[in-house]
């Protein structure tokens, strides 16, 4: 397990991108806000961000779980052949958060 300050630099980056991503979107939409707003928003969404994440983690881990259930070489036989579906899960899965900061809709939904 890592130590508390990694957690915290982790949980300070991911709010910090969130910001970003929301800044961007308000300088792409053309309102005007303050850089303070985009940042109390990725703070309030961040319980959001963190249920994708696991959420996303679990959808990828199942593709690949059966894999264990073996041994030897053929365990590494079929852990590569379900990592492209897991991948393609994963790639897919990646476009939640932006729409979970830009809608403010939840983990399921995005």
């Known amino acids: 397990m890592r130590d508390p300050l990694w957690w915290a630099a982790s949980l300070i980056v991911t709010v910090l ?4 991503l929301l800044r961007q979107h308000t300088i792409a939409t053309g309102r005007p806000t303050a850089t303070s707003v985009d940042l109390a928003t990725a703070v309030r969404r961040l319980p959001g961000v963190l249920a994708l994440l696991i959420l996303s983690g679990l959808a990828v881990a199942v593709w690949v779980l059966p894999a264990f259930a073996l041994h030897g070489s053929m365990r ?3 852990l590569l052949l379900l990592l492209a579906p897991a991948s393609c899960v994963a790639i897919a899965l990646s476009c939640g958060w932006p729409v979970l900061l830009v809608t403010g809709k939840g983990a399921l939904a995005a």
């Open 76 to 78: 590494y036989l079929l």
């Open 17 to 20: 991108g969130s910001a970003i």
